[in-house]
């Protein structure tokens, strides 16, 4: 199975841009990228996904490499209720996500 | 509700014990996930329905763990015998078509459960 590897922790300003970065050097080539966040003692929230190409809705912007090893999630005007954990998702065949450890971040004031 | 609805959100019982957890999807929705989460860490796989076919059952983790989804809407997961290690976090899922490319899961809030 494909898996994903992401920095645990992040810190970003309010109103700044948050880049959030995600590895998957194992993807197949019908494999989306996926992400989500959670934040405490809610469920995964579904941000955003791509195959190849980069991608944006209202919440934010997903841009996948060439190579399709990486690819960032971009917030672009953080706030404090964008204090969350988000995960950089393979989906594999048979529609199971397997999540990894995610990226913890902090927005402050 | 338009979101996906688990029962209870909070269920404490002791070892031994059986207990029956409910998920409720998006109406409409064909394909349902069942996930466990322990603290700190992500959301593991457990099984997997289309409709009323349980097509993927690899990630639960003993023969006490059983899901049903008898007429393609509500899932039930049942634990048998509980034990002390499947204390965790129960979130549920549901997406619209067969678990194809393209289309996100839903969450629920999740079923904490907690084996004393």
């Known amino acids: 199975d494909a898996k994903t590897t992401q920095p645990p922790s992040m810190d970003c300003a309010e109103g700044r841009a948050a880049n959030l970065p995600c590895n998957h050097s194992?993807?197949?080539?019908?494999?989306?990228v996926y992400w989500y966040r959670q934040i405490h003692s809610q469920g995964p929230q579904y941000i955003i996904h791509?195959?190849?190409n980069n991608e944006t809705n209202e919440m934010a912007s997903l841009i996948i490499t060439e190579d399709r090893k990486s690819s960032t999630l971009i917030l672009p005007h953080a706030t404090l209720r964008d204090t969350a954990v988000y995960y950089c998702i393979v989906r594999v065949a048979g529609g199971k996500l397997i999540f990894g450890q995610g990226t913890e971040l902090s927005v402050k004031p | 509700g338009a979101g996906v609805s688990q029962s209870p959100r909070y269920k404490v019982a002791k070892r031994g014990q059986d207990v029956a957890l409910r998920c409720d999807p998006i109406?409409?929705?064909?394909?349902l996930f069942w996930y466990q989460q322990a603290l700190g860490q992500g959301p593991e796989f457990l099984t997997y329905?289309?409709?009323?076919?349980?097509?993927?059952k690899s990630g639960l983790p003993s023969d006490r763990f059983f899901a049903e989804r008898p007429e393609g809407s509500v899932s039930t997961l049942k634990i048998q015998r509980t034990q002390q290690e499947d204390s965790a976090v129960y979130l549920c899922?549901?997406?619209?078509?067969?678990?194809?490319?393209?289309?996100?899961?839903?969450f629920g809030d999740g079923t904490r459960l907690s084996i004393l």
């Open positions: 329905f289309q409709n009323e076919a349980q097509l993927d």
């Open positions: 194992t993807i197949s080539g019908n494999e989306y």
């Open positions: 791509g195959l190849k």
């Open positions: 899922a549901s997406s619209p078509y067969m678990a194809g490319e393209g289309q996100p899961q839903h």
């Open positions: 109406s409409g929705h064909v394909s």
